[in-house]
């Protein structure tokens, strides 16, 4: 896990959710803009991933590796199952999926970054 | 579903702009919000029960069993919402008003006895642990079926049978 590439996520996240609310106000549906946030925001966590999975190889372990690992994985499923379903709403309500999407992320990965640094305490 | 012709200039960028809401059953509009909500609940109680009853279910076997019930409750709500039609509500009307009950009465309980409660549950203190979205979310489920199903019946006219 890298500290900055969460805060990058957390960012990422956070725009994503900013985009979806916006275009609820705004009463449209979602559109380039929101999928290419939401696509940013995958491609960050993907490398987040990786990098935990290597450390992990490497021989660190989180106590609650298991948890750790399920939170990881989990998470990579968040943003393109947003994506693809806020596409398919026709009502202003779009954004808002999208929105809860990014929120779930931003506080998923706090919790990866938290079941992390437990290594050594 | 209405033409997907050019979005206008300036419309594909923030999206095109949206339909009413009304036409929809349960699933749409605001119920799409509710089904996402859900679902991420369903999972993560879940989840998070399976690791826990799999891993040391001596340490806290009530709230346990209470995670994975929540998170069977969620998931009845979700598929309620998602299929909408008659049954739908009303499996989303009783998984609603059992969740209502639970975060209540567990809320109520953990803060009264915390022995009981020694690892905390998504209903916990009223679902604190998770931004009181689990005390928010039955409200809204129960709040939206109520609208839904006034509009709903108005344009049905009388039932059959």
Known sequence: MSTTLVAVVTVLALVVAALGITSTLLRRRTGLVHLVAAGLLEAALVVQAVLAVVQLVGGTRPPETSTFVAYLLSVLLIPVAGALWSRTEPTRWAGTVLAVAGLVVAVMIWRCLQLWEATGA | ?161
Do not use: K, N
């Not at chain 2, 979700?78 to 059992?98: E, N």
């Not at chain 2, 409200?139 to 109520?146: D, E, Q, T």
């Open chain 2, 1 to 161: 579903m209405p033409d997907r012709g050019d979005p206008g200039p300036g419309d594909g960028a923030l999206g095109r702009p949206a339909e009413p809401t009304d036409a929809q059953d349960t699933s749409g509009g605001p119920g799409r919000v509710l089904v996402a909500l859900y679902a991420v609940f369903a999972l993560a109680a879940g989840a998070r029960a399976a690791v826990q009853i799999a891993l040391d279910f001596a340490e806290a076997p009530l709230a346990y069993v209470l995670s994975a019930v929540a998170s069977v409750v969620y998931l009845v709500a979700a598929i309620g919402f998602a299929r909408g039609g008659r049954a739908g509500r009303r499996a989303a009307v009783v998984a609603c008003s059992v969740e209502l009950v639970g975060v209540l009465t567990v809320g109520v309980l953990s803060l009264a006895d915390p022995a009981a409660f020694p690892d905390a549950t998504v209903w916990s203190g009223f679902g604190q642990g998770y931004g009181f979205i689990p005390l928010a979310l039955p409200v809204l489920g129960l709040l939206w079926l109520r609208h839904r199903s006034a509009t709903l019946d108005e344009g049905q006219g009388p039932a059959p049978g």
